[in-house]
């Protein structure tokens, strides 16, 4: 029996990722799959690339706000999409130095191992992501999935919990660790036999506040925004 924690979508929210790391150095886990989106949204990202770089047992994939920010810090093309927040990228950038920046350049788009497949959302055949599914299926993502032999697909990108289970696979997220609409940080845990998946939302408890009100204190762009969309308006 294999068992995985799988964190997504942190956005730059340190103190729910210190509190999650803790969480899983209680539960016996093998191997932590990081699945994107460390920085971007929150204020956070040196904090929360520092506390992933102390981890001993952890794999990444690369997210679309962390090719966002790199591309801010570099002057590239800006990604599809992302457009109108590159003023909030910009400021992201300007508060990291190149070790940061070329560390989340160089994640991969996807991690495959033993018929599992990690990787921040899914994507075309060259690699680019592919619009969110609004209303998700089992029977959407078989289809898509059709010619690969993958037992297990964990992703993120889409905030929300989705937890699929087909005679073909296992797809799960569990949900955005960094952006949620109260003080609670989500992260998933799977264990894998050769007879079966098991996935497990797994939701702790945080103190958000100090968090929540650096937006407004670091002049965080787009901050009402954010605080309104991302994290529910708790303050």
Known sequence: MKKYAIITDIHGNSPALRAV?????????????C????????????EVIDLLWEQ??????????????????????????HEHVRI????????????YIRFLD??????????????HYHLDQQNKFLPIDNVPTGEKLDLLYKDEAMRLVCFGHHHIVHDFITPKAVYFNPGSLGCYHKPVARYGIVQISKQAVKTQVVEVPYD????????????????DFILKVFHGGQI
């Open 88 to 99: 909030h990228h910009k400021w992201l950038a300007e508060r990291m130095n190149e070790d």
């Open 208 to 223: 958000n506040s100090k968090f929540l009100w650096s937006y407004r204190e670091l002049g965080v762009p787009d901050s």
């Open 106 to 119: 160089y994640l991969p788009p996807r991690i495959e191992i033993d018929g599992c497949l990690f990787v």
């Open 56 to 81: 001993e047992n952890i794999s990444f994939v690369q997210g679309n706000h962390d090719n966002a920010v790199v591309a801010a810090f570099y002057d590239r093309e800006i990604p599809e999409g």
């Open 35 to 46: 699945l994107g989106d460390l920085v971007g949204i929150g204020p956070n990202s040196k």
């Open 21 to 33: 790391l803790y969480d899983i150095r209680n539960r016996d886990i093998e191997h932590i799959y």
